[in-house]
Structure formats: structure tokens, C-alpha cells
């Protein structure tokens, strides 16, 4: 149990409250009083004041106390009612919803931002692999029921492993988007996406995240996933619904409808022209038109019947009445001075005054007129009286403004018009028809549309054509015609019939719309939805096509197929060092070269980055290692990139259909595992496969998907291997080793799972974590007494270069309160040789943190001395393959002791691996090695019993005596 020191502190200050008390009264008592009996009664009733006054006041603290501890318990059931909300409102949730860790996501960011990145969205665009780093970062915490449902999985545990296999395509677009929605501070993301769940079904959702303000929020991200899938497919119906609805409105019934109406109104203008004509002939042989005679003062004498039927007035309305009063013109009371200014002009003029009118009818309707007024004087020259003449032309206006307009419509189109008689030759063309053929409208008039013909068409195609026109009264469908040049164009053409009043064919309209640049771009999007943007190889798209037809032809013919993968070997050194343009060039000449390795049958395609696919018909097993070993003579010549000469291997995996697959996955996965059995053996060689390669492959995703878990599951532990100094055999420290227990496959080998944490870039989270552990470890064996210990962690290739490591060290040993001299990071000698410029600064920084650094496995490497003097490092770790063989190896013998003799010349310290026998212990401390580790001392064990090995050295030695 533990005691809060307050507590320790309030009993002293009473204890020595009590005796102050004690020794003043009891001399104030005596100094005052002298009778021994009264001193007694000052005595008693100065312990009972001293015991009240105590009494009260430990009172007083005791409730203040509950207080406390009441206010800490109602705290705590708050707390936990709030908790258990959440909970049910994560799990009764109808909407999927995962809980995500973005805390290192926003750590890379925050570093990028310090390396100067400006445009994140061009950064990651440029950089693909890095954006995959970063979404590598994501871990999720937590998914609720409504995801396992949407996703179809069994548990939380099925759906989290199998996660990254639910993305579906662009996922990475989305990625970015919300990338740069973090980078650019907003408060929320939101983004539609494509998933599948693990049954394999696609779907599409709406996928929404809040966006942390606080650093402190980034650990637990609640994000949420809604299916809008039939939304999408209802919308997606209805889009396709209303584009072909408007294309058919476009393409046929406006402009067959439109040209109709042009006919049909041209043939009602002449019909209403010619029936006007008609009226004027019968109003002026019969007066049957607007006339009136007026008296010099403008006062109706005589009008006829027409102005009568019109504005259904009698003729009394009229007589004896200025005319301007008149019903034409009673309600426009401006019309009187209009009136009376003509009149004035045609005695002056002396000839009639034509004007354009408008008049009322009875039903207040505005109609216009032709109106001429005429003076008549008698010998005298005295005006006689007025003559007034006026013609309805409302309808002849209006048909005109039609025709006007349909004309311009006629000749203003972007489609060709044609219109042909019913003989078929052409009597009317517009202006885009001589655009589109390149003839003039006098080379086409009188003429057959056959002069347009391309000869491309058979006799069938144009019989049935007429035959569908005679039935139906329209067609329309592709036709190749040719222009004037001589070049063959396709053209969108729609045919309808005009009849007549008899039903007779009267006219046919062609409408003409030029298609050369619309089948010029669906060519264009056909081969790109086939063929690579880059090198012009099939894609993955048509490979699959063409394998299956491959299939097809075997199983017909029974012979077999090869499936060669063909990867670049360390193809990213030249993007990083030369940019990806050069590496887009060598992608182009690498990709020429292939082709001129295979036979024309034979099919060579890119699937993107440097791996290409070959696809060889008829093959056997020895005709593809043929191909092999061709394409790697190939590819070994040097490449001439510009000023630069590049040369590059190719490492190639085979698979044999049907020995190795039965459908392009399977034959795709053996010859990708084939391939990398082929870099794991050395790479610039190719492997044919075989069965346990595909075992392999499963055993890597395997642990690859478990891994990923690890963490969380509490599986990963460390072990701790005691190091002991040969000066006075005690232990000095130990290094922290990692240890994997499945609960399913049973303790996994660090040497089969951390290079599968390196390459799906896990390595950066588990080596955090066990740097984390060890510390901590550290610090309580500090507390519990034990003397200083060195613990020493590795670290990886990725941890080193990563660019927050200096600052990441410097936050571990700050929250644990571990001095960093106890601390030392073990560094291979290939990272440190990789670029050495940067590992010195790196090195730098940590040395004047405090830290301890060592050369480990030093001797298997590359190590310059040169550079080995300028590293700031402790001490050379001898790695155990050379102590191993000590007692019977010479070479071995003689390694160590340069090894020794090196470090001692540079001041380091070293320290031997693998020590495992008496005899190589003696051997080492005769060359003056400075520490031991291995067997001989102890194997790796849990912290408990390294607890227990400490304890232990002080009652018995570090290890037996020989």
C-alpha cells in the first residue's frame, strides 16, 4: 500500500504541535501557580482544552476529506455514465463508423510542413510512394456493429485485418483529398468513395470525418461510412434517363421538327399570303376593304360594311361623327391630332399619305393596318372631301416575321441541312452543309446527294435505308460520306418525309452532323482504357482479356502458356536521384526492348510502376526460361537516357498455364511470388515457380495482416539480454530484443517478421513501441534500486531516417525520466553507409542529447574508416558469426582481434555477440574485448527474470566458472 507523504507530514507537525503545547503550558502553569493542588486542576483543564480544540479540528479535516472523496466518486460515475453512452451510441449506430488513430498521420504532416512543403497536393501527386507511407500510418481502434454489416464480416477482428482489401478504386484520390483538407485546417472532411465488402460486392459511399483543432485528438478519429449505392444507381438511371432524352431531342425531333415547322410554315405563309392577295383582289373589285369618306372637317360620310363586321358596330356609329372618334380609335384619344396632321399633309402634297396603322376591334384586340388618306378638291381647288383606305395586315406581318425567322434558323444551324424534292435532287442547302462538304451551294443544287457518297456503304445498306423512309417516314443512323478534298468523314444523319395535301411525298430533309472529332475521341478513350498512357503496352485490362483468350486457346488446342513478371531492380534510385521524368524515359526504353524479345503472337504489358507482364502462347517451361534469359542479356546493356548512361536488372518470376493456374489471378499471383523469390535470391535472374513459393507468399500476408494487430492485442513483449563487462564481471546493461506470441501461429521469429514490418512500413509504430517499453523498463529498475544500466534498443532503417527521430527520442526519455547516457540506439553498418553526410548529422544530434550510440554486427558490412572516425559512436558490437567459430577458424581469430585492436585505437569499446563457451571467453578477454553477450551469460528473458538475474549476481558470479 502506498502513503501519500501529506499524510506522513500532518502526523509530525501534530506530534510536535502536541509537545510544543505540552512543555509551554506546563511552564506558564508553574511559573503561575505554586499550590501543587491548583497546578493539578490548571493541568486538568488544559488537557481537556488541548483534547476539545483537537478534536474539533480533526473534525473539521475528516469532513473536509469525505467532500473530497465525494466529489472525486460523483466525478467518476459521470465520467463512466458518459463512457457507456458512447459506447451505445458506437455500437446501436444504424451508420458504419470506425474509430481511427491519425496521430502519426499528423505528425508526418507536421514534419513536411517544417521540410518547406508548400503545395501538399503537388507533393504527394509527384510523390505516390509517400502518400502510401503516410496512409500506411492509419490504425484503426474500433469499428461498430453497422460495419460489420455493411462490410459483411463475421467480427471487428475480420473486418480490421481485412481492411485495406475494402478500398476500392480512386481510394487514393480520397486519400489525398483528405490529406489536404487536414493540411488546410478544415473542420471536417467529406468525400464519396468506393469500397467492397469481404464477399466481394462493390459499393459506393459518403465517407465524413471531423478534423481535430487540438494535436491531442488525433488518436481517436471517429469516421463515418454511408452507403449510397442504390442512391447512386437511381441517380445514375436517371442521369442516363435525361441524357438520352435530350440527345434524341437534340439530334432528331428539334432539328426534324424545326425543319418541319420551316415547310410547314413556309407553305402556310404562302398560303396566307396568297389568300390575303385574294381578299385585297376581292375588297378592291367589291370595295370589300376599310374605306370611309370624310367631310373637310374630318366628319364620316360614307364607310363600308368591313369596318362594320369588325368592330360589330352599326353604321350610325359611325356617321356624322369626326372619325377619329370612331371605334378604331375611341379609346386612343391621340390618334385625333394623328388624324388631322394627314389630312393636313394631303391637301399640302396634294397626293395620298400612306402610313402603317393600328386600330381596336370590338374585343379591344390590336391589329395593324396599311392606311392611305387622299385629298380631293373640286375646280376651285377647295378640299372636297377625304378618301380613306385601309387593309388588315396583322396576319401578312406575322407570317413574314416566321419566315424571317425560320430562314435564319434554316441558314444560322451548326448541323447541314439538305432538302431534296421528291426526286431526290437537292434544292435547298445551308451554310454549314457547304462547310461541312466543303462544296458551294450552286455545286450542290439539282445534284443527287450520291455525289457526297464515300463508296464505303453496299447496295444492301442504302435499300434498306429508303425501305425504312417509305414505311416509317424517317431514318437515321452512321454514314460515311466524303467531302470535296477527297476526305472520307462520318456524319450523324437523320432523314424525314414532307408530305403534301394528297399525302403525296412532297419534300425529304436531311440533317447532317459531322461526327469525325466525336469518333476521334471515343477512339482516343478506347485505347486508353486498353493501352498504358506511358509506353503504349497493353494495360492490365486487356492483358486479362488476352490471357483469357490465351486460356481459352489451350484448353481448345492443349498446349500450355507462360506468364512472365518482370520487375526492375531498384528502379525507385533512379526516380529519387534523376526525377521521374528521366525514369519515365528508361520505363519507354526498357519497354521497346521487351518488345523486340517476343514474337509478334506474344504480348508484352505494363500494370504501372516498373512491372511489366509477357504473355507467351505455346510455351513450354524451358521456350519461357529461353525468354528469360533473353531479356535479361537484353535488358543488362547499358541505357543512354539523355547525357546520362543508366543500367538496370530485371528480376522475373514464370508461371506455366495450366501447371501453375487455372485463371489470370492465379497465374498473375505464381508469377509475382516466382519473381520474388528471384530479388530474394539476388535479384538480375528470373525463377520458375513452384508450390512452396505460393505457401510463402500466404505466410507473409498472413503475418503481414496479424502484425498489423500485434500491438493492440497486447502481443508483442520485449526480452532483455544481460551484457557484462569482462573487467569485473557485472552486468552493465542489456539489449532490448522483440518477441511476437500469436495466439494462433505461436511465437514468430524476428527474423520472419520484422523484414515484413520493413516493407509494409510497419516497422516505424513497432520499433516506437518497443524504444517506448524499454525506457520505461529502464526507469523502474532505476526505481527499485538496481545500479545504473545501459539498455540498448536497434534501429531500424526506416526509425534512422526518419526525419522526427532526434525530437521522438527526446519526448521517450523526457515522459519516462530516464537520463539519456543509460540509453544506447544500436545502428547497422549499411545504414550508416547509405548516405553517410546525413547519418553523421543524425548521429550529431544525438550524441549531444546525451544518447548512446553502437556500430552493431560490425565487420559484416561496408564500413570505411575514413567515415567509421568521423561517427559519433560508443562502441563496435562483434557480430556473433565470427565469434562463433573462434576455437577452430583462424580468420575469424584474426577478425576479432583487428577488430579489437580498431576500436581501441579510436577509443571505443567493444563488445562480442554470441558468446556461448569458456573457451571463446577466455579467447576474447586475452585479445582485451571489453564486454561479453550471449549463452555463456544468459539468453533473452522477460523483465521479470532479468529482475531476477540482477538480484542473483550479487549472491553467485554472472556465469559458471570452466
Not at 194 to 217: R, V, Y
Not at 811 to 817: C, K, N, S, T
Request: proline share 3%.
Amino acid at each position: 500500500m502506498k502513503f501519500s507523504p501529506y499524510s506522513f507530514l500532518v502526523a509530525v507537525i501534530y506530534l510536535i504541535f502536541g509537545s510544543l503545547w505540552i512543555l509551554f503550558s506546563d511552564s506558564v502553569a508553574r511559573s503561575l501557580v505554586t499550590d501543587p493542588i491548583q497546578l493539578a486542576q490548571v493541568q486538568l483543564y488544559k488537557g481537556w482544552f488541548y483534547v476539545v480544540v483537537t478534536a474539533i479540528l480533526a473534525y473539521l479535516l475528516i469532513m473536509r476529506i469525505e467532500r473530497a472523496q465525494y466529489r472525486v466518486q460523483k466525478v467518476g460515475e459521470v465520467r463512466n455514465r458518459h463512457l457507456n453512452a458512447y459506447r451505445q451510441l458506437f455500437n446501436s449506430s444504424e451508420i458504419s463508423i470506425w474509430n481511427e488513430d491519425f496521430n502519426s498521420v499528423y505528425l508526418a504532416l507536421e514534419e513536411m510542413r517544417r521540410l518547406g512543403v508548400k503545395d501538399l497536393r503537388e507533393y504527394l501527386t509527384q510523390n505516390p510512394k509517400r502518400l502510401a507511407e503516410i496512409a500506411e500510418l492509419i490504425t484503426i481502434n474500433q469499428v461498430n456493429r453497422a460495419s460489420l454489416k455493411l462490410f459483411k464480416a463475421a467480427s471487428e477482428n475480420q473486418l480490421i485485418t481485412s481492411i485495406g482489401n475494402t478500398f476500392g478504386e480512386g481510394a487514393h484520390q480520397v486519400f489525398l483529398d483528405e490529406l489536404c483538407a487536414i493540411w488546410a485546417g478544415d473542420t471536417s472532411f467529406r468525400s464519396e468513395a468506393k469500397f467492397t465488402n469481404l464477399e466481394g460486392e462493390e459499393f459506393t459511399a459518403i465517407i465524413s470525418m471531423p478534423i481535430p483543432q487540438s494535436k491531442h485528438q488525433w488518436s481517436s478519429i471517429p469516421v463515418s461510412i454511408f452507403d449510397i449505392s442504390e442512391h447512386k444507381r437511381l441517380e445514375d438511371e436517371l442521369r442516363k434517363s435525361q441524357e438520352d432524352t435530350l440527345s434524341l431531342l437534340r439530334e432528331e425531333d428539334r432539328s426534324r421538327r424545326a425543319l418541319l415547322s420551316l415547310l410547314e410554315d413556309q407553305k402556310a405563309s404562302e398560303t396566307k399570303l396568297r389568300a390575303s392577295e385574294e381578299r385585297f383582289r376581292a375588297i378592291f373589285n367589291q370595295q370589300f376593304q376599310f374605306m370611309a369618306v370624310l367631310s373637310p372637317e374630318g366628319i364620316v360620310q360614307e364607310i363600308n360594311d368591313l369596318p362594320l363586321k369588325v368592330q360589330k358596330a352599326s353604321r350610325e356609329d359611325y356617321l356624322g361623327k369626326p372619325f377619329w372618334d370612331s371605334p378604331a380609335w375611341a379609346s386612343l384619344p391621340e390618334w385625333k391630332n394623328i388624324w388631322k396632321h394627314r389630312m393636313h399633309l394631303a391637301v399640302e402634297t396634294r397626293a395620298p399619305v400612306t402610313t402603317d396603322d393600328i386600330f381596336l376591334t370590338a374585343d379591344g384586340e390590336v391589329r395593324s393596318a396599311d392606311a392611305a388618306i387622299t385629298a380631293l378638291f373640286d375646280e376651285q381647288e377647295t378640299v372636297q372631301c377625304y378618301i380613306v383606305q385601309a387593309t388588315d395586315t396583322t396576319e401578312r406581318k406575322h407570317a413574314q416575321a416566321e419566315m424571317e425567322l425560320t430562314a435564319q434558323i434554316f441558314e444560322q444551324g451548326s448541323e447541314g441541312i439538305i432538302i431534296c424534292n421528291a426526286d431526290g435532287e437537292m434544292v435547298m442547302v445551308n451554310r454549314a452543309m457547304c462547310e461541312i462538304t466543303g462544296y458551294s451551294s450552286e455545286e450542290l443544287l439539282g445534284k443527287n446527294p450520291k455525289v457526297l457518297s464515300s463508296g464505303r456503304h453496299d447496295p444492301d445498306f442504302y435499300s434498306n435505308m429508303w425501305i425504312q423512309i417509305k414505311e416509317q417516314g424517317h431514318w437515321q443512323g452512321e454514314v460515311w460520306n466524303r467531302r470535296k478534298n477527297g476526305e472520307v468523314f462520318p456524319e450523324w444523319l437523320s432523314i424525314s418525309t414532307v408530305y403534301g395535301d394528297q399525302q403525296e411525298v412532297s419534300h425529304y430533309i436531311g440533317i447532317i452532323n459531322d461526327i469525325s472529332q466525336h469518333k476521334q475521341a471515343e477512339e482516343h478513350i478506347r485505347h486508353l482504357a486498353h493501352y498504358d498512357a506511358l509506353t503504349d503496352l497493353p494495360n492490365r485490362t486487356l492483358l486479362n482479356d488476352r490471357i483469357n483468350q490465351g486460356i481459352s486457346r489451350a484448353i481448345r488446342e492443349q498446349h500450355r502458356m507462360a506468364v512472365l513478371f518482370l520487375d526492375l531492380d531498384r528502379f525507385k534510385k533512379v526516380n529519387d536521384s534523376l526525377g521521374h521524368q528521366f525514369g519515365d524515359e528508361l520505363l519507354i526504353e526498357v519497354a521497346g526492348r521487351l518488345k523486340s524479345t517476343v514474337r509478334g503472337e506474344d504480348t508484352v504489358s505494363r500494370l504501372g510502376g516498373d512491372e511489366f507482364i509477357l504473355l507467351l502462347p505455346e510455351v513450354t517451361g524451358d521456350g519461357a526460361a529461353q525468354v528469360a534469359e533473353k531479356i535479361l542479356e537484353v535488358i543488362a546493356a547499358p541505357f543512354q537516357i539523355r547525357e546520362h548512361e543508366l543500367n538496370i536488372t530485371p528480376s522475373i518470376g514464370i508461371a506455366i498455364y495450366p501447371d501453375n493456374g487455372q485463371s489470370v489471378d492465379e497465374l498473375l499471383q505464381c508469377a509475382d511470388s516466382a519473381m520474388y523469390r528471384a530479388k530474394q535470391n539476388g535479384r538480375n535472374m528470373f525463377r520458375m515457380f513452384q508450390p512452396e513459393m505460393k505457401l510463402h507468399t500466404s505466410r507473409a500476408l498472413q503475418l503481414d495482416n496479424a502484425l498489423r494487430r500485434a500491438i493492440s492485442n497486447n502481443e508483442l513483449s520485449v526480452y532483455y539480454q544481460p551484457q557484462v563487462s569482462l573487467e569485473d564481471d557485472r552486468i552493465i546493461g542489456c539489449e532490448a530484443l522483440l518477441r511476437w506470441h500469436h495466439p494462433d501461429l505461436g511465437m514468430v521469429p524476428p527474423s520472419e517478421f520484422i523484414p515484413i514490418a520493413e516493407e509494409s512500413g510497419q516497422i516505424l509504430a513497432i520499433g516506437d513501441w518497443v524504444l517506448n517499453q524499454a525506457v520505461k523498463q529502464n526507469v523502474n529498475w532505476q526505481r527499485a534500486g538496481y545500479p545504473p544500466l545501459v539498455v540498448a534498443v536497434n534501429l531500424s532503417a526506416a526509425q534512422f531516417r526518419h526525419y522526427n527521430l532526434t525530437d521522438r527520442v527526446q519526448e521517450v526519455l523526457d515522459e519516462a525520466g530516464l537520463e539519456p547516457r543509460l540509453l544506447e540506439l544500436e545502428l547497422t553498418e549499411s545504414m550508416t553507409m547509405d548516405d553517410v553526410d546525413s547519418a553523421i548529422r543524425i548521429m550529431d544530434r544525438l550524441h549531444h542529447q546525451g544518447v548512446r550510440l553502437s556500430v552493431d554486427d560490425f565487420g559484416t558490412g561496408y564500413s570505411s574508416l575514413s567515415h567509421l572516425k568521423r561517427f559519433r559512436v560508443h562502441r563496435l558490437k562483434i557480430d556473433q558469426s565470427f565469434v562463433r567459430d573462434i576455437s577452430h577458424d583462424v580468420d575469424d581469430e584474426s577478425i576479432i582481434t583487428a577488430v579489437i585492436r580498431l576500436a581501441n585505437s579510436l577509443n571505443l569499446k567493444t563488445l562480442a555477440e554470441g558468446v556461448e563457451t569458456h573457451d571463446q571467453l577466455d579467447f576474447l578477454r586475452q585479445q582485451g574485448c571489453d564486454e561479453i553477450q550471449g549463452y555463456l551469460v544468459s539468453k533473452p528473458v522477460p523483465a521479470e527474470e532479468f529482475e531476477q538475474l540482477l538480484k542473483d549476481r550479487m549472491l553467485t558470479p554472472v556465469y559458471e566458472s570452466n
